[in-house]
């Protein structure tokens, strides 16, 4: 936000250095960005945060000024002189569209001379870096950048019908804009129109049909208020940003609307001269009264850590705007103790105020104490003063994903940050999570990146191929994100996601997940299934289902996987619901006493067919061997046709048997082999190999 010095001068004394007014303006939250000077005057680039859209004007900063130094604010109080015709019968207002357009005025004036803008107007708008065009327009910008109420000016005698019609656009609809370039409106713009056609998109950018020229001698002044997240889809979907919406789309001053209509009047018939009609045409919601704000003193203790005066705290919220209200009595709660006397109610040491209508981002007690602590000044406060505070616990969340990403760097991850938007084609290669179209961005991130990703495989594949072209040698990535899961007619699942990808094989993979698992002491039963995908190589893939929810995918990616994001070597990749892993996760550890008793080991050796998974033959050993497993171990898998026969295999194991409360004998434990023997036989036509 630019902003001239001369300029702040007609509103506050300006008695201070100017490097002093940059630095405590800086402290008061306006960062100062930098100043050059323009001519006989200093431009003050301020970074104005987007909660403080009262400050995007010279009156809004000259405020703020006041406040700081204590210095009286002096502002233009327009007067008006009408003519003998009613404004409301030169024009009518049909407002069809109030959840886009809150409140739309307009005044006449007729009879004005377009001409160049005198000296001083054109070196203040200058001063801020907008070029003049004519008075008219110039007074318009001028009185954008002195109040923060964006204005638009049409050429009264191009609007047919003598009639404004605010609508959303029809389907295909377009606008050519005074910068004389067509724009197709999208469905939820706000359109101004006349009788007949569009002569504006509302809060963003005039017609080139209806603007100002030397051949205007009627004037339209459109003074309004739109709903600020219309005016930011408008201003991004078309790309096309002004200063007008630049503000829209932060909020402008209900009550400063109608000022600024009649300020921008006041200036075209000092400078353009004509006759101004009587009155003003306005529809749409008026003004309302903010709602009350109750600060207790002694929190201003509590939060800032200093005794501001309380005839200090009072006079720095009235002067920034506030006014006060009905103050309430404050009621005792709590039991008493027996002995305690019963004292005479006391009135609390509260203010309540209600805030200014230009101040939108005062809605709680804290804001409240914010603007004390900031006008008071920061530097007040000490660098060593002790401000009660309590350590916050981490949340189970937070607690559960150091545990994983732990586990991850200890075996050998890098953790990654990607986009969360992937170009059409990454996006339709691995989706296992959803069928539903990916939500797409209006403008890409990066180009041809306009997907909200469904999984964050596509991402780290990318990010693969990165690190392959600059030469490293291991590339083992893990990222903790969320994706984006359509859902029809309502905002879309944004699920917390783990993604790996890793340069090892599809056991090691697999490996990594089952840690992640026992680190988290996730006791549900956990079962791998075949899956099918383009991107996983069949042989090499599974999905893992916990309790019988679907929690991740993972395995090799296939040789058509590799060629579509140009991989050089091998990769596998997994992907896991976070979700369900923090939900059964045990995050209090449990002490488990060590046996007394010898632990007895069986080494079995089953031949199954091909098609039988180990996920799936484990499952059948744990849930048969019964209470006194306590460990099973895959050793290997062994295929010889001659020896085994064709598209059988050998799959060779451990079991690990303990009896907690006595030794384990031989038998018992050749009993539990042969049963586990049987199941397998039973469920996979397993046989014991000799």
Request: include cysteine.
């Amino acid at each position: 936000m630019l902003v001239s010095w001369n300029w702040l001068r007609d509103y506050v004394p300006l008695e201070m250095p100017l490097e002093e007014l940059e630095r405590r303006l800086t402290m008061a939250g306006l960062n100062h960005e930098g100043t050059r000077p323009v001519g006989e005057d200093w431009a003050i680039d301020l970074e104005v945060t987007s909660n403080r859209p009262d400050c995007l004007s010279h009156i809004g900063i000259a405020r703020e000024i006041a406040v700081l130094w204590n210095l009286p604010l002096r502002l233009p109080q327009p007067r008006l002189s009408e003519g003998p015709t009613p404004a409301e019968k030169l024009v009518r207002v049909r407002l069809e569209c109030p959840d886009l357009c809150w409140r739309y005025t307009a005044r006449v004036i007729r009879g004005v001379r377009v001409a160049p803008s005198p000296a001083w107007l054109a070196r203040r708008l200058e001063a801020v870096g907008i070029t003049p065009i004519n008075n008219v327009v110039d007074i318009s910008n001028y009185v954008l950048m002195e109040c923060g109420q964006p204005l638009h000016t049409f050429d009264f005698g191009k609007l047919r019908g003598g009639e404004i019609v605010v609508r959303r656009p029809q389907p295909g609809e377009s606008i050519e804009a005074i910068d004389h370039k067509v724009y197709v409106l999208p469905p939820d713009a706000c359109l101004i129109c006349d009788a007949e056609v569009p002569v504006a998109i509302g809060g963003v950018m005039g017609g080139a049909e209806t603007e100002i020229s030397a051949a205007t001698r009627d004037v339209l002044v459109e003074a309004a208020e739109f709903a600020p997240i219309s005016i930011r889809d408008t201003a991004r979907k078309l790309n096309l940003h002004s200063e007008s919406s630049y503000r829209f789309e932060r909020g402008v001053d209900p009550v400063g609307v109608d000022w600024a209509g009649r300020r921008c009047c006041e200036l075209i018939l000092e400078l353009a001269g004509g006759e101004l009609a009587s009155g003003i045409v306005d529809v749409g919601r008026q003004p309302s009264l903010g709602e009350p704000i109750t600060l207790r003193y002694e929190q201003l203790k509590r939060i800032l850590g200093i005794d501001i005066p309380l005839s200090r705290a009072r006079e720095i919220l009235l002067s920034l705007g506030n006014v006060e209200t009905e103050q309430p009595v404050a009621k005792s709660s709590g039991a008493m103790h027996p002995r305690e006397k019963k004292s005479p109610p006391q009135e609390s040491k509260t203010i309540v105020v209600i805030p200014p209508s230009w101040r939108r981002d005062l809605s709680r007690e804290i804001d409240l104490i914010e603007e004390v602590g900031r006008i008071y000044g920061y530097e007040a406060v000490p660098v060593d003063v002790i401000v009660p505070m309590a350590a916050s616990a981490r949340r189970r969340e937070d607690r559960v994903l150091e545990k994983i990403r732990h586990v991850l760097t200890a075996a050998g991850f890098n953790e990654a940050l990607t986009l969360s938007v992937v170009d059409e084609q990454s996006s339709a290669s691995f989706s296992p999570w959803t069928t539903a179209e990916p939500l797409r961005t209006q403008t890409p991130v990066v180009r041809g990146a306009d997907c909200l990703r469904r999984s964050l495989t596509p991402s780290l594949l990318l990010a693969r191929r990165s690190n392959e072209a600059l030469g490293n040698q291991e590339i083992e990535l893990f990222e903790i994100a969320r994706v984006y899961l359509p859902q029809e007619d309502r905002l879309p699942l944004e699920e917390l996601m783990l993604g790996l990808t890793s340069g090892k094989d599809f056991l090691q993979l697999k490996g990594v997940i089952e840690a992640v698992m026992e680190e988290l002491k996730i006791d549900l039963p956990i079962v791998a299934e075949e899956t099918r995908s383009a991107l996983l190589d069949p042989a090499a893939a599974c999905r893992l289902l916990l309790d019988g929810e679907i929690i991740a995918y993972l395995g090799n990616v296939t040789e058509e996987g590799r060629k579509r994001f140009d991989l050089r070597g091998p990769a596998g990749v997994a992907e896991v619901r976070l979700q369900p892993l923090i939900a059964a996760a045990r995050l209090m550890p449990r002490c488990t006493p060590l046996s007394p008793y010898p632990a007895v080991s069986r080494d079995l050796n089953l031949v199954v067919d091909e098609s039988v998974r180990w996920a799936a033959l484990a499952n059948t050993v744990r849930s048969s061997a019964g209470r006194w497993l306590e460990d099973l171990q895959y050793r290997e898998t062994y295929r010889d046709s001659e020896r085994l026969g064709e598209n059988r295999k050998s799959l060779v194991f451990t079991i690990t048997l303990r009896n907690q409360e006595g030794t384990l004998t031989n038998q018992e434990a050749d009993e539990i082999r042969d049963r586990v023997v049987r199941a397998c036989r039973a469920a996979h036509g397993a046989e014991l190999r000799s």
